[in-house]
């Protein structure tokens, strides 16, 4: 089962994953101990969390190879962050016209939000402000 703290490793990794296949769009619904995958090509794939678990350490040590994140894995990587600091427990997320439809049931109660691509950009960038001020020292 993947965790609260690890989504955001988790999604990019299967961002990544997902765009290698060449899909366009992607849901992925949250079973607890596997992750129900649908992309446009027509397939879905259960991945089970000791595969999770491999796509997030290949994605860790791709890692400072200098090779930027594509848009969905970025995108993913944003919505995981989310997830994780809501502490979610389980998930779904579909990709719809106006960005991603994200469901979550938390501790603090049930989410449902839609993260436009741009609001994904400004919150990804927050982040990485974020973790350039935390390596520097430096507060923005």
Do not use: K
Not at 32 to 52: K, R
Not at 116 to 140: F, N, Y
Request: with cysteine; net charge negative; proline share 1%.
């Amino acid at each position: 089962m993947i965790t609260p703290g690890q989504y955001s490793d988790t999604l990019r990794a299967l961002g990544a994953f997902i765009e290698r296949t060449g899909a366009a769009s992607v849901e992925i619904v949250d079973q607890g101990d596997s992750w129900l995958v649908a992309a446009t090509l027509g397939s879905e794939t259960l991945f089970s969390t000791f595969m999770l678990d491999d796509l997030r350490g290949e994605a860790q040590r791709r890692r400072g190879n200098g090779q930027a994140d594509g848009q969905l894995s970025r995108a993913l990587r944003t919505i995981g962050q989310q997830l994780d600091a809501a502490q979610a427990q389980s998930f779904t997320l579909r990709q719809v016209i106006e960005g991603f439809l994200v469901t979550a049931c938390c501790e603090s109660g049930d989410i449902a939000r839609t993260y436009s691509p741009d609001q994904l950009e400004a919150l990804a960038s927050d982040m990485e402000q974020g973790r350039r001020s935390e390596l520097t020292g430096h507060s923005t």
